[in-house]
């Protein structure tokens, strides 16, 4: 039995398959892709924001200037989206634009695509994690990396993910490592030369540390350079099958026996890169276990920057910040490209400048590494008198290392003498990252004043286990404030002006050509700051702690800020003392957008 | 006529793959085959979501409600996870495409098969939230739609639950893991058999993604590609499939099966006749 339906409309067919294919051509023409231009050029094209940190060299500087010391004042909220589920934990994720559309991680692996304009959501990615993850620092993302038609971000149980931008579909996935061995993903791939640059997380949990490259277009891995001294990088055949591509330093010049082969290192924040000497720049983390008693010598590459020339795969150089760590002073803070005119010779310095776990802020030579200046960017430093300019290394004041737990007389717990310390493993400043006006010269750092107490016990390792020997409480300095935003310059050492925060500071900064500095606070504000003498003069409430870095972009004659809300992050779970500070603040999950009021 | 009797799934269960060649495709003719004379548009199943499924899968293309599209599936299902529904549209000759969705499903798609080289003939199982009719739809050479369809009673919820795996760690290790048999000379030439291990989430169930095959090809031994699937929310968890072959397909060397879920995890086995 057949039994036609609307035949009698057939010829309509013809019409709307015409109109369906003219339709199409006009969404391919209006969807663009994300070109190399487009990111080298990132800091300079101020209708978009297509790496992380507004450019590869991680500035987060914007030229742009309708929004000002003058006009601050007109800024109010365009639109909010909500993350929406049950999901509303830390949201560290810093947006990306183009094309009129917001690429913005969430919570628990999620992806969205939204209207820059409207906050209409295009679409929503959502990643299906196993129950086994381990993320040290709760289930946090830091944002997506954009190339071509991709938009491509990591996931908690260490995959790499990339979506086709316009459609929110899967193109390719590859997995960086196996997360039941404690591996990770949080932060922000960045792409460098068509490859795509990511490190890894687990320092914790005694993996090895680990940068990659791979076509940003297929995934295919280009080369990979393990962190931990002793490890074989690779380069990969067009089989995709390892070609040995030298070992990273020497095995055991700078480790103990076996120690190296779980020696944790993790550059767990983005890579950033300079087109200018072509180098990509990446931070490692603390050296494993945290028990430093175990492992003698300086435990390379861990809490260094180090730079990796892009083409080989090898790296050209390192500076290591906190030789032989045993405090946890991770080195994987941004190293972030700067220049300045030397104030002996008026030569122009092709620079890097970070602000270090461990409390210095060092300034290094960025085409050869060499350490130009290094002083505290906190009120109290203990377990260092300073850092020698000639050799590079710190003056350790010894009994600030937590005390040997198999010495003599230590008693059958095993427990090696506490100490005091300042500042504490959640360091001087965390993953937040700090920006650098051109305009004022100054780098604004988001610092916080903490000590802790800190003790070394035995361990061992077990795949998939937490791998510390060591205990620690966090203890505040201060009564009036955890968190200080300052202006820091990195010529003359000086820290210029500060901004005091009750709660810890865990959130990027942004400056601009309008003078302003924006960051948000754990209190859930947004707030600009006039970037040369540090008066506040505009903040926002958005409902929940700020702790991701804020962005803006120009769109139709307009400017935009953007910051994502929802607190949580390392500190409600690692805080000690300072949880009294933070623990009635709500979370939430939330993206705002700001522009000028028009009267 | 109880095509997937309880009992016999249950002796599918304990025996696995074992049993599929006993898993008759059961002609079918419950619904259709009582069905009255047809009013132009009406349709079989008096199904309130009718309208909106023929703007939703078919906007003004023909169709037609035609009998020679078989859908065979439990009256009643005791199992809303697990509606096993078996679709035989052979006797249409040449299909280039078979949809098969539910009407009141809060997801509606379930699979659409496309029988590049082999008898449009296959079967499924899938999650009903509700009593639903269950239709497969086969689009000819000509562009014209064929439906067939039954409904299926059942007491819901198959939907929005989490997945039985999601409870457990076992498909973290065994994600995508294939077993499949090839059992020849059942029904229309050889009969393919497989099962996926994949917990299949609709994202309904709260806090946890929608998390599904999305894609599935089987080539031959020489890589001809002879059905390809898209899977959607409303497939069961860890899926069983049967996809009717051509005769001695097996010959040419192993069966390829490939195929990708919505994160992107790949699926790839062998099958050695």
């Keep these: ?599 | 006529m109880k095509p997937a009797h309880p009992a016999r799934r249950t002796v599918c269960a304990a025996l696995g793959l074992a049993c599929a060649a006993a898993l008759p495709f059961v002609a079918a003719g419950r619904v259709l085959a009582a069905a009255p004379a047809l009013q132009p548009g009406a349709d079989p199943l008096d199904s309130s979501r009718w309208d909106d499924m023929r703007r939703a899968f078919f906007a003004d293309a023909p169709v037609v409600f035609d009998d020679r599209i078989a859908v065979t599936a439990p009256f009643s299902a005791e199992d809303p996870l697990n509606v096993p529904v078996a679709i035989d549209a052979t006797a249409l000759g040449a299909v280039r495409e078979v949809l098969v969705f539910a009407d009141f499903n809060p997801i509606v798609k379930a699979l659409r098969v496309e029988p590049l080289a082999a008898p449009a003939a296959f079967g499924l199982r899938l999650k009903l939230q509700q009593s639903s009719p269950v239709r497969a739809a086969a689009r000819t050479a000509d562009g014209t739609w064929h439906l067939g369809g039954a409904w299926v009673r059942t007491s819901g919820g198959g939907c929005t639950l989490p997945s039985l795996g999601s409870g457990s760690a076992e498909w973290q290790q065994r994600l995508n893991e294939v077993g499949a048999r090839l059992w020849p000379g059942v029904g229309h030439g050889d009969r393919l058999r497989l099962r996926i291990v994949h917990p299949m989430d609709t994202g309904l169930a709260p806090g946890i993604p929608a998390f599904h095959i999305e894609t599935l090809e089987i080539a031959d031994g020489a890589g001809r590609v002879l059905v390809r699937a898209e899977a959607f929310e409303p497939v069961s968890e860890n899926p069983v499939f049967s996809f009717d072959l051509p005769a001695g397909i097996g010959a040419a060397g192993p069966l390829r099966i490939r195929g990708r879920d919505n994160n992107g995890n790949l699926i790839d086995a062998e099958v050695r006749p």
């Design chain 1, 1 to 599: 039995m057949h039994t036609p339906l609307r035949s009698a409309r057939r010829p309509r067919l013809l019409a709307s398959f015409a109109a369906t294919a003219f339709a199409l051509a006009a969404l391919n023409a209006q969807a663009k892709g994300v070109s190399d231009d487009d990111i080298v050029n990132d800091a300079t094209i101020t209708t978009q924001v297509v790496t992380h940190g507004l450019g590869t060299k991680g500035q987060r500087y914007s030229p742009l200037d309708q929004v000002n010391i003058e006009t601050v004042k007109n800024l109010v909220p365009v639109w909010s989206f909500s993350f929406g589920g049950e999901k509303q934990r830390g949201q560290q994720s810093q947006p990306l634009i183009h094309d009129g559309k917001m690429y913005v991680t969430a919570s628990y692996s999620r992806i969205f695509a939204l209207d820059a304009t409207t906050g209409q959501k295009l679409w929503k990615y959502e990643h299906r994690l196993p129950d086994g993850i381990m993320p040290c620092c709760d289930v946090i993302n830091r944002g997506a990396a954009l190339y071509d038609d991709l938009v491509i971000f990591g996931t908690l149980d260490a995959q790499l993910v990339a979506l086709n931008k316009d459609t929110g579909k899967v193109v390719w996935r590859q997995k960086i490592e196996d997360y039941k061995a404690g591996y990770s993903f949080t932060a922000a791939p960045q792409i460098v030369k068509g490859m795509v640059i990511t490190g890894n997380s687990g320092g914790e949990f005694g993996i090895v540390g680990r940068v990659d490259a791979r076509d940003a277009k297929t995934g295919k891995l280009i080369w990979t350079r393990p962190t931990v001294e002793g490890h074989m990088g690779y380069t990969y055949d067009a089989e995709g099958k390892p070609v040995d591509n030298g070992i990273s330093g020497t095995t055991n010049a700078t480790w103990p026996g076996d120690l190296w082969k779980t020696g944790g290192a993790a550059p767990w924040q983005a890579a950033y890169y300079d087109p200018d000497v072509d180098l990509i720049y990446i931070g490692t983390g603390n050296p494993a276990p945290w028990n430093s008693w175990l492992r003698p010598g300086d435990n390379l590459y861990s809490s260094s920057t180090i730079a990796i020339d892009p083409d080989t795969g090898k790296i050209v150089w390192h500076y290591q910040s906190t030789p032989h760590d045993g405090w946890d002073f991770d080195g994987v803070n941004e190293f972030i490209s700067f220049e300045y005119n030397d104030p002996a010779t008026g030569k122009l310095v092709k620079a890097g400048g970070k602000a270090d776990r461990n409390g210095f802020f060092f300034v290094n030579d960025r085409t050869d590494g060499k350490l130009l200046n290094a002083f505290p960017f906190v009120n109290r430093i203990d377990w260092a008198k300073g850092i020698d300019l000639k050799t590079g290394r710190p003056i350790y004041d010894e009994e600030k290392r937590p005390g040997n737990p198999f010495a003599e007389g230590v008693g059958e717990d095993k427990k090696g003498k506490v100490v005091f310390n300042a500042p504490s493993f959640l360091g001087g400043k965390n993953q937040m990252p700090m920006a650098f006006s051109p305009k004022t010269g100054y780098f604004y750092v988001p610092a916080n004043e903490w000590g802790m107490d800190i003790w070394n016990e035995p361990i061992s390792y077990k795949r998939g286990a937490a791998y510390l020997g060591a205990g620690f409480t966090i203890k505040p300095l201060h009564e009036d404030f955890i968190g200080a935003m300052r202006a820091v310059d990195p010529v003359s050492g000086k820290i210029v002006w500060e901004v005091k925060n009750n709660a810890p500071l865990w959130g990027g900064v942004m400056t601009t050509g309008g003078d302003l500095v924006f960051y948000g606070t754990p209190e859930g504000y947004l707030k600009a700051i006039d970037a040369r003498n540090g008066k506040e003069l505009w903040q926002f409430q958005t409902g929940s702690g700020v702790i991701a870095p804020p962005v803006t972009w120009e769109q139709d004659g307009e400017q935009y800020v953007a910051v994502v809300s929802g607190w949580g992050g390392a500190v409600p779970l690692w805080g000690g003392d300072v949880a009294k500070r933070v623990n009635m603040l709500e979370q939430g999950g939330s993206v705002w957008v700001f522009k000028l009021h028009k009267s």
